[in-house]
């Protein structure tokens, strides 16, 4: 079997660390290992749209800047293709044609719709492009037979929504879709980062994220401004790592090098936290690591930020010309598609 990788985000705001360490590290370790045939990068556009149909601009805008990202992190559009959702207008057909194969009540049980319903107020007036977006999330999985999806485990329903719709078009109309797989990040802690203030989810809309084209003074005081053990007060107090913020990203985030280079005293971060717990070491101390090891991560990737926003035309060029690839092998799959249920006329009909 071929290994087709995807994945994608929707461009409503700038990447921050959570993406990074849910799936952006994940994807660039992918693809430099090489072991697959074609590996796709979409910047889900159209689905953004499901809750900003009124901020098109926002969408817009944030179209590049995603695409900067993805270059600043290292994805290299000579080995995987980033296209534009809606650059791909098969993607659409697929999922009118899928819609077919799902309930409403299917839809309203998946717990991520669920938590997003909530969180945007929409239980009393639920517009229905929202609430089916997990269908086309289907049809850009299987537009392009891919079997390895690498997500956080937010992605989990939308997956398993996927198989499910994969596996009703196949028993009904013949084996034609692949069934993917998600894949999560082997470190628990990166599969869902907590925002700076402790909320379990990092967000724009939570005001709670750290973006990696945040400068240098803006990471420095967002951590300095991290959740930590409210209840440590002083430094002689014995501290809480459980829940707290900034042990919670270490995890997430630093090798024991970094340790003994930013707090020399110590020889790996448990060492850290063992001294933090006992108490006797104060969280600007804890903190000031998290800087270091931060920087040192984003530095490059501002580095490489900075080049870009002044080349933003070689990248429009490189996010056209991989949409076309991608268009590409969708219209392939839409034409097996429509084969496998017998809506191809002009093959059929005339004779
Ligand atoms: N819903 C995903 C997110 O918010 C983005 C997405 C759209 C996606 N289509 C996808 C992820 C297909 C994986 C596969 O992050």
Same mark, same amino acid.
């Given at each position: 079997?071929?290994?087709?990788?995807?994945?994608?985000?929707?461009?409503?705001?700038?990447?921050?660390?959570?993406?990074?360490?849910?799936?952006?590290?994940?994807?660039?370790?992918?693809?430099?290992?090489?072991?697959?045939?074609?590996?796709?990068?979409?910047?889900?556009?159209?689905?953004?749209?499901? +809750?900003?149909?009124?901020?098109?601009? %926002?969408?817009?805008? /944030?179209? !590049?800047?995603? @695409?900067? $990202?993805?270059?600043? #992190?290292?994805?290299?559009?000579?080995?995987?293709?980033?296209?534009?959702?809606?650059?791909?207008?098969?993607?659409?057909?697929?999922?009118?044609?899928?819609?077919?194969?799902?309930?409403?009540?299917?839809?309203?049980?998946?717990?991520?719709?669920?938590?997003?319903?909530?969180?945007?107020?929409?239980?009393?007036?639920?517009?229905?492009?929202?609430?089916?977006?997990?269908?086309?999330?289907?049809?850009?999985?299987?537009?392009?037979?891919?079997?390895?999806?690498?997500?956080?485990?937010?992605?989990?329903?939308?997956?398993?929504?996927?198989?499910?719709?994969?596996?009703?078009?196949?028993?009904?109309?013949?084996?034609?879709?692949?069934?993917?797989?998600?894949?999560?990040?082997?470190?628990?802690?990166?599969?869902?980062?907590?925002?700076? +203030?402790?909320?379990?989810?990092?967000? %724009?809309?939570?005001? /709670?994220? !750290?973006?990696? @084209?945040? $400068?240098?003074?803006? #990471?420095?005081?967002?951590?300095?401004?991290?959740?930590?053990?409210?209840?440590?007060?002083?430094?002689?107090?014995?501290?809480?790592?459980?829940?707290?913020?900034?042990?919670?990203?270490?995890?997430?985030?630093?090798?024991?090098?970094?340790?003994?280079?930013?707090?020399?005293?110590?020889?790996?971060?448990?060492?850290?936290?063992?001294?933090?717990?006992?108490?006797?070491?104060?969280?600007?101390?804890?903190?000031?690591?998290?800087?270091?090891?931060?920087?040192?991560?984003?530095?490059?990737?501002?580095?490489?930020?900075?080049?870009?926003?002044?080349?933003?035309?070689?990248?429009?060029?490189?996010?056209?010309?991989?949409?076309?690839?991608?268009?590409?092998?969708?219209?392939?799959?839409?034409?097996?598609?429509?084969?496998?249920?017998?809506?191809?006329?002009?093959?059929?009909? %005339?004779?």
């Amino acid at each position: 079997m071929k290994n087709i990788i995807l994945t994608a985000d929707r461009p409503t705001g700038r990447l921050h660390i959570g993406h990074y360490a849910g799936s952006l590290i994940n994807r660039v370790k992918i693809q430099n290992e090489g072991n697959y045939d074609k590996m796709y990068v979409m910047i889900a556009d159209a689905q953004a749209l499901g +809750d900003n149909h009124d901020n098109i601009q %926002k969408i817009r805008d /944030n179209i !590049i800047e995603v @695409a900067i $990202d993805y270059l600043s #992190v290292g994805i290299d559009p000579d080995k995987v293709t980033i296209f534009i959702q809606s650059e791909v207008p098969e993607l659409t057909e697929l999922t009118f044609y899928y819609m077919n194969l799902v309930t409403l009540s299917r839809l309203t049980r998946n717990p991520t719709v669920k938590e997003e319903i909530k969180l945007r107020n929409f239980e009393t007036s639920l517009p229905v492009g929202f609430v089916t977006y997990p269908i086309s999330q289907a049809a850009d999985i299987t537009a392009f037979g891919a079997n390895i999806i690498p997500v956080g485990d937010d992605q989990l329903p939308m997956i398993e929504q996927t198989r499910e719709i994969v596996r009703s078009f196949n028993s009904l109309y013949g084996e034609t879709l692949v069934e993917p797989k998600a894949v999560l990040p082997e470190l628990e802690v990166c599969r869902r980062l907590p925002g700076t +203030d402790g909320n379990a989810k990092m967000g %724009k809309s939570l005001g /709670n994220g !750290i973006y990696l @084209a945040d $400068d240098e003074k803006t #990471v420095n005081q967002k951590v300095m401004s991290m959740y930590t053990d409210p209840d440590h007060i002083k430094v002689s107090d014995p501290g809480k790592i459980e829940g707290n913020v900034v042990f919670t990203y270490l995890d997430a985030f630093s090798t024991d090098e970094q340790i003994q280079k930013y707090a020399p005293e110590y020889k790996n971060l448990q060492e850290v936290k063992d001294h933090y717990s006992r108490g006797g070491l104060g969280d600007v101390k804890v903190k000031k690591i998290l800087m270091g090891v931060l920087n040192e991560i984003l530095t490059p990737i501002r580095e490489k930020r900075a080049y870009y926003e002044q080349h933003k035309n070689e990248v429009y060029d490189m996010l056209f010309k991989g949409s076309d690839d991608a268009r590409m092998a969708a219209q392939q799959t839409l034409d097996a598609v429509k084969k496998a249920m017998g809506i191809n006329y002009r093959d059929i009909l %005339k004779k």
